[in-house]
């Protein structure tokens, strides 16, 4: 699909919720290509898939299906060849994994690792490994990752394709897990980064998982929400404080001190994207200023002042995604829409 005919740079969805969940489709045959999940307090949540009709130039909802907690975070299968099934994972109390039609989205498993209890720890966030689409990690409050494996059988009549199991489960942190993320580093399997309410960003090897590395502590011991690895140079990663207004980023050579931070933002930061196609590109999102910046750091270690590119939404940014196979385009969410940028 090609729109650069019609030079248009900004295209808007309005959901019928607030939307806080949000990811592209990688497959290069379904280019924009959206999942959304919405933010409803009750047990009623809904995920849409959305995509941009070439000729009408327009947001199109192509199915809805329930979800009954918000999805803390939604990943297409990473699949830039288009070679396994077209699935779509979500988290929140479990981790999901649906298949997408045309016309139906169909839940195909539901991985739970709480066997012995009628209790659930939400899950509040996973990663879905690109060299291994078979392996996806989750981290949960109740301390943990962990990494899931998939099987993806032949398909016989209507008996679901997928099933999964556990591979390993560990004690990530002394408290809450709140992000989780594979790195690109040693083949890119086998490594992962955790961030959690104990201020901390630890690494981890599948292949040595008696111990871990922390690469930074936050100087207050504030919680870390997010982390997120630089797509092109697997030494750097950026993460965040709860209620900081500042995204710090890291490298794994220099455990501990921040090789910059990135603060401009009034408000606390929300979201982290790393250009997929360039080492030295990140987009920063905030609520309260209704901001997303695009930063150059390619001058670190010197102090980066300034954003070279902002863009100011109508309201409150809940999310940012880059296009990981569509790198002119940047996906925001707030109140109840969904822009897409061109960058």
């Known amino acids: 699909m090609s729109l650069h005919g019609k030079r248009k740079e900004i295209y808007k969805y309005e959901a019928p919720w607030t939307v806080y969940a949000m990811n592209w489709s990688v497959r290069p045959d379904k280019r924009f290509r959206l999942a959304l999940g919405s933010f409803v307090e009750e047990y009623n949540n809904k995920v849409q898939i959305v995509g941009l009709e070439e000729e009408s130039s327009e947001f199109i909802c192509r199915n809805t299906f329930d979800h009954p907690y918000p999805t803390t975070k939604i990943m297409w299968i990473p699949d830039t060849k288009g070679v396994y099934p077209d699935l779509l994972a979500t988290s929140g109390d479990y981790l999901r994994i649906w298949r997408v039609s045309d016309t139906e989205t169909r839940l195909e498993c539901l991985l739970n690792n709480n066997k012995n209890s009628d209790f659930c720890a939400p899950l509040t966030s996973f990663d879905w490994n690109e060299v291994d689409p078979n392996l996806l990690g989750t981290s ?89 690895w630089n797509k092109q140079d697997p030494n750097y990663l950026a993460t965040m404080a709860m209620d900081g207004m500042e995204v710090v980023i890291l490298d794994v050579r220099v455990p501990c001190t921040p090789v910059a931070r990135l603060n401009n933002h009034r408000a606390c930061v929300n979201g982290i994207a790393w250009a997929p196609h360039s080492s030295c590109h990140i987009c920063t999102a905030v609520a309260d200023d209704h901001q997303a910046l695009i930063w150059d750091i390619q001058q670190m270690p010197r102090a980066i002042e300034d954003p070279i590119l902002a863009y100011t939404a109508e309201g409150e940014i809940n999310n940012v995604q880059w296009a990981s196979t569509q790198p002119d385009w940047i996906g925001i969410c707030y109140n109840n829409c969904l822009e897409i940028l061109r960058v």
């Open 140 to 228: 949960s409050i109740d301390t943990t990752c962990t990494i899931w494996g998939l099987e993806t059988g032949q398909v016989l009549g209507r008996v679901n394709l997928v099933s999964g199991h556990v591979k390993t489960q560990l004690i990530a942190h002394d408290k809450e897990v709140y992000d989780i993320a594979f790195s690109r580093a040693g083949g890119g399997r086998d490594m992962f980064a955790s961030v959690g309410a104990d201020g901390s960003v630890r690494m981890f090897d599948l292949r040595h998982l008696e111990h871990s590395t922390i690469i930074y502590e936050d100087p207050q011991h504030h919680p870390l929400l997010r982390l997120c």
